[in-house]
Structure formats: C-alpha cells, structure tokens
C-alpha cells in the first residue's frame, strides 16, 4: 500500500479508504462482527490506515465496531466520519448541517468511537437550508477545540464547496480539504463540475460506489449466473447503456488478468492524483480481491478505451465551450498552442 497526502494537508492516507457501511446488519445487509473484524483485519495488515464511517451507518454500530477494532492502534488509523443525517426522527434539530446538529453528533460519534478527536469531518451531505459561514465557522470552532482535526464535505453542489473553501481560505479557518461522491465508470457525471473543482482546489476526491454498487464486477447481468443481490432488473443502474460499459470492463479484464472489480478500480486511479476510491465488502474474499487491484496498473490504451465510455452528455456551458467555433473566437486560432487547466 502506498500513501498519498490528503488535499491540502501533510495528513498521509492510504491509497485506497476502507468504507465501513457494511459493518453491521441493522439495515437487513451487511456483515456480522465477525466477518467485519476479518475485512477490517486484512485491510490493515495490506497496509490500509484510512477508514471511512458515519454517525448514520447501521444505526451507530459502525462506529461502535470500528473503536473495538483498532483498539490501542488508534492513533495509527486515520479515522473519516460524518454528520447530518437524522438520530431522532421527527425531531427538524436532530438532522441537518447546521451548528447544533454539528455539535451534537460529534459528540456522539467520539462517545461511540471512544476517542477523543476525528482525524476528517464530513458534512455528510448538503441541506440547502444552513448557510456556509455558519458550517465553516463550526468546523472552525471544532478544529480550534481539538475534537476534529481536518474537514471533509460529501454529496454536495460544486458551487457550493468552492464556496466554503473561499470563505474559509479568507478567514483563515478549516476549510475542506476531502470531497466524496458518487463515481464510477457507470456514474460519471460529477466529470462537468466536481472533477475539475476539487483538482482547483487542490481536494482529495474520494469516490463512493466506485464499482456501481456491484454492477461493474459483472454478476448483475443478464443469465450471469449468480445472485443478483441487492440490485434490482430494473434498476437504472442495468439500463442496457450501462450493460454495454459493464461488458467491456469485462473483456478489458480478460485481456488484462485483472478482475472486473480490478479494472474499475484501477480506471478510477488512473483518473489523477487526487483520487481515492473507497471500497467496501460484505466478505473478506470481496476486498481481497479488490485490494489487489494496487498489485496492476491499466495500460494507456486500455484506461483511453474505458474513457471513451462516457455516456452522459456535458451540460452546458461545457457543451457551448467545447465547440470548434466557439474555442476560435476565444482563441484566435491559437486554442491548440495555450497551454490550458481545463477540459475545453
């Protein structure tokens, strides 16, 4: 396992971050004790020290489990968790991005991970009611207190990230320095806005569902065979456009020796520097197997070939930059001699 700097910071994570949602079945799936204890036990001794939970995953024992499991080792792991989401319905202040809710469940999570800070906060996903200066002057507030060491944002507009960084840089407080969404060869269109924002802003980006919920590994196909789980036939994520992705990550595994969780994975690493994906397992043998995607590395054409997948259409302005005449009246017919940040 090799290690990479976490944004803007000199905090070394792993190259891969171990999602921990499955630690538990309150949700009707996912791993017992037992199990969660190999997957977590066979990350670390890989070499693995960045684990990813939230106060909301199966219903807090995610981070009940996670404290036993590092044990004395704490301060060797770096440790992501996230607030927002609900611990008492019906209740409009037990949920939410604002400062109480912030507060609250920070002092939950460390009763339950029994510690006594949080390497990375994320703001688990954006309300559209809190205003950013509020949010940012509460990761502030709790970084100056010792209780969370770096912040973190996830499932929210570009706009706004960029936003609460700029706010945060002028005023000198903790700003966000880890972005995670949604990614993956079958959900890519974080690729108009999120994707150059966070390389902008100089932002780890760590993907979730890196393998499209299963769907990339193959086993959802049609007459594959094998269980179809928790994804439905007529889940979106099956639509036929999707079938044909999932297809040609399988004859790229072939003719690489890699598995199909493998090519995905590697793919997504081959996205940039900045990117971590985050996986996740039910079974040891599942993040066996994709732990070992660090062992290869996709060829050139190969990874080219899975690019060219992409089957969302840009949104504009991108549609209206990309075009020929329009790069000329900006350009001067000089668009291929300047040197550029951006896609266009």
């Known amino acids: 396992m090799k290690y990479k700097l976490l944004g803007r910071t000199g905090l070394r994570v792993s190259e891969l971050c171990l999602g921990t949602m499955s630690f538990g079945t309150e949700w009707g799936w996912g791993a017992e004790k037992k199990e969660s204890k190999k997957i977590f036990d066979l990350y670390a001794n890989a070499g693995g020290n960045f684990l990813d939970t939230a106060n909301f995953y199966t219903a807090g024992t995610s981070e009940k489990w996670l404290s036993e499991f590092m044990g004395a080792d704490r301060d060797h792991f770096v440790l992501a968790t996230k607030y927002t989401l609900w611990e008492k319905e019906g209740d409009p202040n037990y949920s939410g991005n604002h400062k109480k809710n912030m507060i609250r469940t920070v002092e939950e999570s460390l009763k339950r991970l029994k510690t006594d800070y949080i ?130 990550v399988l004859r790229v595994a072939r003719q690489t020796g890699m598995s199909p969780a493998q090519v995905a994975l590697n793919w997504l690493r081959g996205q940039g520097e900045n990117v971590i994906p985050i996986v996740g397992a039910t079974k040891e043998s599942q993040l066996k197997d994709n732990l070992d995607c660090i062992k290869y590395e996709l060829p050139k054409s190969k990874l080219n070939e899975l690019n060219a997948l992409k089957k969302t259409a840009y949104t504009f302005p991108h549609t209206f930059l990309e075009k020929d005449p329009i790069k000329h009246v900006i350009f001067g017919g000089t668009h291929d001699q300047v040197a550029r940040r951006w896609r266009f």
Not at 149 to 167: E, F, R, T, Y
Not at 189 to 207: C, F, N, Q, Y
Not at 226 to 245: C, H, T, W, Y
């Open 119 to 248: 390497d990375l906060l994320y703001l688990h996903i954006w309300d559209s009611t809190t205003p950013v200066e509020e949010i940012m002057r509460g990761l502030d507030d709790l970084a100056r207190a010792g209780k969370i060491l770096h912040a973190g944002i996830s499932d929210s507009p570009a706009w706004i990230v960029a936003k609460a960084n700029a706010i945060a840089d002028l005023r000198g407080w903790t700003r966000f320095n880890a972005l995670q969404l949604e990614y993956s060869l079958i959900e890519r269109s974080i690729e108009d806005e999120h994707v150059p924002m966070a390389k902008s802003e100089e932002m780890a980006l760590l993907p979730w569902s890196p393998l499209g919920a299963g769907v990339l590994t193959g086993k959802y196909l049609p007459n594959s065979g094998q269980d179809a789980g928790r994804v439905k036939e007529d889940s979106p994520k099956l639509s036929k456009a999707n079938q044909r992705i999932v297809k040609k």
